[in-house]
C-alpha cells in the first residue's frame, strides 16, 4: 500500500511539528508522502513542515476542501489519508488502514478522544462510536482509495465549512464505510477557549443549516459569530 498523507494548514507550526515526524515514525515503508497544504498561515507552518520533510503546497484560498483536493490531485498513494493538524492518529494507523481495505472497506475514519480530563468531553467522544452522520467530523481522520476519492468528485469547494459532512454524505451513498474502534486524539482547544454549552449549540446550529441547504457562507458567518475560535 502506497499512503499520501494530506494535512490541511492554517497556522499550525506547533501541532506539525509534533504531528509530522509521527507520521513518519510510524508510517513503516507505507507513507510515501507527507503533503502539507497551507491555507495562508502567518507563522511559521511552512517552515516547520519544510523542515521535517514534508512536501508544501499553497492553496488559492483559505478553504479546507480546497486545500485538500490541491493535495489529493498532487499525491502519488493510491491511498489517501486526510488529518488535521491538531489531532494525533493512532500509531498503527498503517496496519489499520490496510486491514479495513483487505475486509473490503474503501473508505473509512476512527473513534476520537480529546486531550482533555474533563469528563463531559469523554462523554463527547464516547458517541464518535456510533455509526451516524451526527457522531462523524474531519478531526477523526479519513483514509480513502484515491480511485473512490476521485468517482465521488472530491470535496466540494463550495463548503468553507461542513466540507466533510457533504463528502461523507456522497461516499455513503456508494461505498461501504469503515469506522476503526481506536481512538486518536483530537485537541480540545476549542472548548478551552469556549464553554461546553456554546460549542455545542454552534455544532448543532450550523448542522441544522447543513440539512436546510443553507449557504456555505451564511454557515460559516453563523459559526464565526457563535464561537470565538482561531
Known sequence: MKLSVIIPVLNEA????????FIFENGSHSVVEVIMVDGGSVDNSVETAKKLGAKV?????KCRATQMNLGARASKGEVFYFVHADTLPVATFVSDIEAALEEGYMAGCYRYRFDSGRKILKINAYFTRFDRLMCRGGDQTLFILKEVFEDVGGYDEKYTIMEDYDFL???RRKYAFKIIPKN???????????????VQLSNLTVFMMFYMKRSPEKMKKTYQNLLDYR
Open 14 to 21: 506547533k501541532n506539525l511539528s509534533r504531528l509530522i515526524p
Open 57 to 61: 503546497l499553497h492553496s488559492p484560498q
Open 169 to 171: 454524505i456522497r461516499l
Open 184 to 198: 486518536i486524539l483530537v485537541s480540545a482547544r476549542k472548548y478551552d477557549h469556549n464553554s461546553w454549552l456554546r
